[in-house]
């Protein structure tokens, strides 16, 4: 009687779990490199090189990015906070004010900040690993009073350094 009491106790955790939704949330630390065959800038210029370095430890995302197009290469180094608190970040000088929060497994980033001319940019990002946990994927929707615009961006992951 015990053991059956105990599977009937097992799958109503689990069903419970399955209706309310819970889904596992990933990790996304690790060192990151764009997949460039599989990212699309849609009429941006494609970057040569992008290396991504996460430390995340919920509810903090420290991203670490090395960006180079050409012969120009930036580095930007951005804090999120994954339970829909306020982030403050300068973003290729320019302030900007971030909103995380999970939507399932993806992660959806909302910042809004001024593009380099001056007007409002809004940015949706939606982070998404993959089930083997080497493939990250963000997509990205940017809105300004000029248009709008959807990018990709495929990182696969790098071994880590023994």
């Excluded at 995340?56 to 670490?64: A, C, E, G, S």
Aim: charged letters at 25%; a neutral charge; hydrophobic letters at 35%.
């Amino acid at each position: 009687m015990v053991a059956v009491t105990r599977r009937y106790l097992l799958f109503f955790s689990l069903s419970a779990a399955w209706a309310l939704g819970e889904t596992k949330k990933p990790n996304f630390s690790g060192r990151w490199r764009m997949v460039k065959g599989k990212s699309e800038f849609h009429g941006f210029k494609t970057p040569d090189i992008i290396v991504r370095n996460v430390e995340h430890r919920d509810p903090t995302l420290n991203l670490h990015t090395v960006q180079t197009t050409g012969t120009k290469t930036t580095i930007t180094d951005i804090s999120y906070f994954t339970d829909g608190s306020t982030a403050n970040n300068v973003i290729n000088g320019r302030n900007a004010s971030s909103r995380a929060y999970w939507d399932g497994a993806a992660l959806v980033i909302n910042t809004e900040m001024k593009t380099s001319k001056g007007e409002a940019e809004q940015i949706e990002d939606r982070w998404e690993l993959s089930e083997d946990g080497q493939t990250l994927t963000t997509r990205s929707h940017i809105v300004t009073e000029k248009g709008e615009a959807d990018l990709v961006l495929v990182c696969s992951k790098e071994a880590a350094n023994p």
